[in-house]
Every structure is written in structure tokens, then in C-alpha cells.
Nanobody, 121 residues
Framework: QRQLVESGGGLVQPGGSLRLSCAASGTIIGINTMGWYRQAPGKGRELVAVIRSGGSTDYADSVKGRFTISKDSAKNTAYLQMNSLKPEDTAVYYC???????????????WGQGTQVTVSS
């Protein structure tokens, strides 16, 4: 089943903005972290941003100052606000959550199917 569902990707011009959303569903008893990864053409997957249960965040150097990760704990949803987008931000963006479902005995990583972000003029 689809535990994580991403939305908000699309085509945007350089300098533009997009906001990605990632909603976790299911009977969740805890979420340690939610994060965003991306895979650009010809590149490996990289961590873009992560937010932990206490609210602390980390960002890839390439997006610092431009991207902001946030969450709405009541909705089990994470967001990635992307500003000043550059062509090199073009990638498939994947949501990740380290969380525990009621049917499991430990926390594991769940992944969304990805949403395409294309930055082009």
C-alpha cells in the first residue's frame, strides 16, 4: 500500500518556486524523521532535506538558503518549499519517512513513488 504520497511537482522556470507535499497514511504510531531525496538525470540519489521529530532540520549544501522543509504533525505531512529554483534542481523528488506502523515492531524507512520537478526556460 502507498504509505507516502507526494504531490506538487511540475515544470517551473528558473527562479521560480514550487512546494512539494508528502502525506503519510496508515495507522502510524510514530515518525522519527521525514525527508526529501532527489535523483537527477545521470546522478545518484542525494538527501535534500530532513526534519526530525523535534523539529531540527538538515539540508544539502546545494539547497541551503533556497529550500525549506517543514511539517504538520497533526496531518503527518511534510513539505518542501523550493525557491529560486535552478535547472540543476531538476530531478525526481522522493519523500522518505522513518516511521512505525501499528502492524510493525520497529521503525523502518518508507518511500514515496516520486514526483518530477523540472526547472527549464
Amino acid at each position: 500500500q502507498r504509505q507516502l504520497v507526494e504531490s506538487g511537482g511540475g515544470l517551473v522556470q528558473p527562479g521560480g518556486s514550487l512546494r512539494l507535499s508528502c502525506a503519510a497514511s496508515g495507522t502510524i504510531i510514530g515518525i522519527n524523521t521525514m525527508g526529501w531525496y532527489r535523483q537527477a538525470p545521470g546522478k545518484g540519489r542525494e538527501l535534500v532535506a530532513v526534519i526530525r521529530s523535534g523539529g531540527s532540520t538538515d539540508y544539502a549544501d546545494s539547497v541551503k538558503g533556497r529550500f525549506t522543509i517543514s511539517k504538520d504533525s497533526a496531518k503527518n505531512t511534510a513539505y518542501l518549499q523550493m525557491n529560486s529554483l535552478k535547472p540543476e534542481d531538476t530531478a525526481v523528488y522522493y519523500c522518505n519517512a522513518n516511521m512505525r506502523l501499528i502492524s510493525e515492531t520497529y521503525y523502518i524507512n518508507y518511500w514515496g513513488q516520486g514526483t518530477q520537478v523540472t526547472v527549464s526556460s
